[in-house]
């Protein structure tokens, strides 16, 4: 196991100093008058002093700790974790993008409305959607902006009765939470013996006060819901509307849209289907699509064109307000609508039938040596099950320790609940046949460990920076801050 090197404190030396910066140019205030005595410190703040190469060095080293779809192939189920093209990062880093300042006045920031109105078309295109905003920041933003766009579509109606949302077993974890935040009932609906919707279990559920039903089409495991049109007439004959999830969108871009199986309302994750940087905090985006019905209620502003001058349109009386600071994150919409003009629609077909294809083959190769629990055609991703090899004593959460030790990053463990000590593995698009057979190769190696050494495995990693961690008590006394002993 690497040693892990000094901490900065520890590395502090008085007297060093790591930063010069220019004279002030702006006349100098006493600090009384820019900050109120009470909340000026009493004494210095204690920061370690070091020399600029020295804190150079240290950071640098730490960012090589660092694990990312730059340095190694990322199977992270249900994230789309693919290739961030560079092309992608040149475009927004253009001064005429990344210099704007939301405040300027339209006609000075023409261009960059522009963008944004084409990249409207393009999704409207991509999902058989009205109308979108681009102001979520995320995929869970995008959701509860769409169902607060639901909500205030039924209490327009004079429907306000209408308090429950049906949310599948298969579901991303962040849906029932959303429901919750925009103060609905959770109600949830259980998978039949292929994993899918139960149809029989939907019918009952619905009732008058059915707001909606959220769905991930294909779903969490994986697999397309077969009965969608049957789904969605019997939420929609109940008055309810259909919300599509668009965390999976990358297993049929170019195959079929959410608008032509039924659904109302949509949201993309542009920081997973359309290549910009995902994970770490963000930024991410994610923008909202909607039927006719349902756009006087989209937050404002939206972006339309008059005589061919773009400009901010506030005029929705129904909206539900904004949603985001100024106009969403633009920089990552930069980045998402380059991505689709690179790739065409022909490209964009081809990366969905590549990561189906890719998932498949990998599914295929390591159903051999761990039990899959739905055996059969996958889209994106599929969900392996750890419980065999739980019972040998080292579950999903080891075979997960046992990659990182092999260099690999593992896939999502222990999810989605509907399978028992679940691995979600999505290889994506941009991953090549050799990489997918060393993944391979590694799992079996893993499941070899298991049958021979159990207790070994489940006591791992041993070659990373810091071994097995305490993780029930670090959950329940979390150190947050260094202090010196």
Known sequence: ?????????????????????????????????????????????????????????????????????????????????????????????????????????????????????????????????????????????????????????????????????????????????????????????????????????????????????????????????????????????????????GANMNAIMGYIRPGDMGFDVVHLNLHKTMSTPHGGGGPG????????????????????????????????PESIGKMHSFYGNFGVVVKAYTYLRMMGAEGLKQASGDAVLNANYLMNLLKKNYWLPYDRICKHEFVLSAKPEKKKGAGAGDIAKALLDRGFHPPTVYFPLIVEDALMIEPTETETKETLDAFAEVMTEIAKDIDEDAEKVAHGPYNTVVGRLDEVQAARNPVLRWEKK
Not at 176 to 201: F, H, I, K, N
């Open 285 to 316: 985006s994610g923008p909202v699509g909607v039927k006719e019905r349902l756009i006087p209620f989209l937050p404002v502003p939206l972006v339309d064109n008059k005589n061919d001058q773009f400009f901010f349109n506030y005029d929705l």
């Open 1 to 245: 196991m690497r040693k892990p090197k000094a901490l900065l404190f520890e590395m502090s030396r008085s007297g060093r100093l790591g930063y010069s910066l220019p004279d002030c140019d702006v006349p100098e205030k006493p600090l009384a008058e820019l900050i109120p005595e009470k909340h000026q410190r009493s004494e210095p703040l204690d920061l370690p002093e070091l020399s600029e190469g020295e804190i150079i060095r240290h950071f640098t080293e730490l960012s090589t700790r660092n694990f990312g779809v730059d340095t190694g192939f990322y199977p992270l189920g249900s994230c789309t974790m693919k290739y961030n093209p560079k092309v992608n990062e040149e475009t927004a880093a253009l001064s005429g993008f990344s210099l704007l300042h939301p405040c300027q006045p339209e006609e000075t920031v023409q261009g960059a409305l522009e963008l944004l109105y084409k990249m409207e078309q393009e999704l409207k295109e991509l999902t058989g959607m009205d109308r979108f905003t681009l102001q979520p920041a995320a995929g869970a933003h995008g959701e509860l902006t769409g169902l607060m766009v639901i909500q205030a579509y039924h209490h327009h109606r004079g429907d306000s009765k209408r308090n429950r949302v049906l949310i599948p077993l298969s579901a991303h974890g962040t849906n029932p939470a959303t429901v919750s935040m925009a103060g609905y009932e959770v109600v949830q609906v259980p998978c039949d013996e292929r994993g899918l919707v139960d149809l029989e279990a939907l019918k009952e559920a619905v009732d008058e006060n059915t707001s909606a039903l959220m769905l991930t089409n294909p779903s969490t495991l994986g697999l397309f819901e077969e009965d969608i049109v049957a789904i969605a007439r019997t939420v929609h004959e109940a008055g309810g509307l259909l919300y599509y999830d």
